[in-house]
T-cell receptor, first 114, second 112 residues
Framework: KAGVTQTPRYLIKTRGQQVTLSCSPI?????VSWYQQTPGQGLQFLFE???????NKGNFPGRFSGRQFSNSRSEMNVSTLELGDSALYLC?????????????FGPGTRLTVT | KQEVTQIPAALSVPEGENLVLNCSFT??????LQWFRQDPGKGLTSLLL?????REQTSGRLNASLDKSSGRSTLYIAASQPGDSATYLC???????????FGTGTRLLVSP
């Protein structure tokens, strides 16, 4: 069974631009969560989608948004990029939305903002 | 607000040693706790998931325990190998949803 895939793996953008990251969950998984990892803040929860609905959101500005499609694939978008948005962005998928289910992470997208 | 702390921040051991990694959390009202490993520049690999009703889980050389009342979990690695070198993260699920609060991580180096 294929794991969680994320595209692109690496991205370099300029301050002020916007970016879209993609995540394909494990086949059959309906929940997708996004996390940001930085050396200073560690891993922080961005948001979770289940059946195309955002169910939970972390403490990030409105520049961070996401969506989920009917096939459970998810995208996250960051508008008006800032230098501090440079990070590893990880998505995780789970069979269902309940917290008793294990989360499986993808390899991440490394975003560098210059 | 849930806070998760891992001690030690870094650990260096010779191959073959048994070792314990510690994770503590401030809010004991958790749904589950998950241990992950992360290799440099890579994503997270799930190691063990412990539900709030469980006391421990085992997988191969790994054993994780959970004591909700004291807000602690430990990951025991038996007979460590150089391939175990990685950063180990614990994460707590506080809500009924898929939001995990991560610890600060323990960077493990196992020398041959």
């Amino acid at each position: 069974k294929a794991g969680v895939t994320q595209t692109p793996r690496y991205l370099i953008k300029t301050r002020g631009q916007q970016v879209t990251l993609s995540c394909s969950p494990i086949s059959g998984h309906r929940s997708v969560s996004w996390y940001q990892q930085t050396p200073g803040q560690g891993l922080q929860f961005l948001f979770e989608y289940f059946s195309e609905t955002q169910r939970n959101k972390g403490n990030f500005p409105g520049r961070f948004s996401g969506r989920q499609f009917s096939n459970s694939r998810s995208e996250m978008n960051v508008s008006t990029l800032e230098l501090g948005d440079s990070a590893l962005y990880l998505c995780a998928s789970s069979v269902s939305g309940g917290s008793s289910y294990e989360q499986y992470f993808g390899p991440g997208t490394r975003l560098t903002v210059t | 607000k849930q806070e998760v702390t891992q001690i030690p921040a870094a650990l260096s051991v010779p191959e073959g040693e048994n070792l314990v990694l510690n994770c503590s959390f401030t809010d004991s009202a958790i749904y589950n706790l998950q241990w992950f490993r992360q290799d440099p520049g890579k994503g997270l690999t799930s190691l063990l998931l412990i539900q709030s009703s469980q006391r421990e889980q085992t997988s191969g050389r790994l054993n994780a325990s959970l004591d909700k009342s004291s807000g602690r979990s430990t990951l025991y690695i038996a007979a460590s190998q150089p391939g175990d070198s990685a950063t180990y993260l614990c994460a707590v699920g506080n809500t009924g949803f898929q939001k995990l609060v991560f610890g600060t991580g323990t960077r493990l180096l196992v020398s041959p």
